[in-house]
């Protein structure tokens, strides 16, 4: 059998779940999230995008599972993330109720998937827009994502004082031996296939919101469309 090839798998009897009720089942080695909500069955992945923990465990209201470890949420119909924190949305799998008993139907390969990210544009020479974003936190990373997941074209420009791409910043009171490059939220090859710009080592000073630039500390300027200013405080 390949690995692309349609299967059909039963997980249980359509009686052994109650609406507003969700179980976990182990199907060729994944973990598979079933669950009954408004009277139908929809099947995603059950580990957490952000780090893996059971969405089994975690609670479930209407559509939306939330994340027992850190309160991530999950549509169950789609599989797509609603809430940070986390990046990446659940593989969803086609579920088919036969003969009073719950399949669902994927392939080896769709199995193997624990996350999945949404389809996003890139840049395309025409958009001369530019949208800036000071600070590359998670906030300014889920709004440089979302602007691609919904289709935007323009030039997108994260910048920051560090001299490091994204991070999760709360590893570094828990993984003190860390090497930057295993903390990233997104990789190098990432930022490049979706056209998001990251410059780093480049500090604010001030915005001039009437002529629409940002000014640096090394004298450098950007000229923006748009701005988010995502610096977070202290
Ligand atoms: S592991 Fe799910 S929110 Fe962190």
Known sequence: MSGNERITLE???????????????EVLGSSILLVKSNGTFSAVGNKCSHYGAPLSKGSLAGDRVRCPWHGACFNVKTGDIEE???????????????????????????????????????????????????????????????LRQEGYTGQIIMVTKEKHLPYDRT?????????????????????SQYDIEVRMEKEAVSVNTDEARVKFRDGSFLQYSQLLIATGSR
Do not use: Q, W
Not at 101 to 108: E, L
Not at 118 to 143: E, F, Q
Not at 171 to 191: C, G, Q, V, W
């Open 84 to 146: 940070f924190p986390g990046l990446d949305s659940l593989p969803c799998f086609t579920v088919k109720v036969e003969n009073g008993s719950v399949h669902i139907v994927t392939s080896k390969k769709a199995l193997e998937n624990v996350k999945r990210v949404k389809a996003m544009s890139r840049h395309c020479a025409s958009d001369r827009s530019i949208v800036a974003i000071i600070g590359t936190g998670p906030a300014a990373l889920v709004c440089a994502e979302t």
């Open 171 to 191: 590893k570094l009171s828990k993984a003190m031996n860390a090497k930057p490059e295993d903390i990233y939220l997104r990789t190098k090859e990432f930022f």
């Open 11 to 25: 997980l249980c009897k359509e009686s052994d779940i109650k609406d507003g009720e969700m179980r976990e089942f």
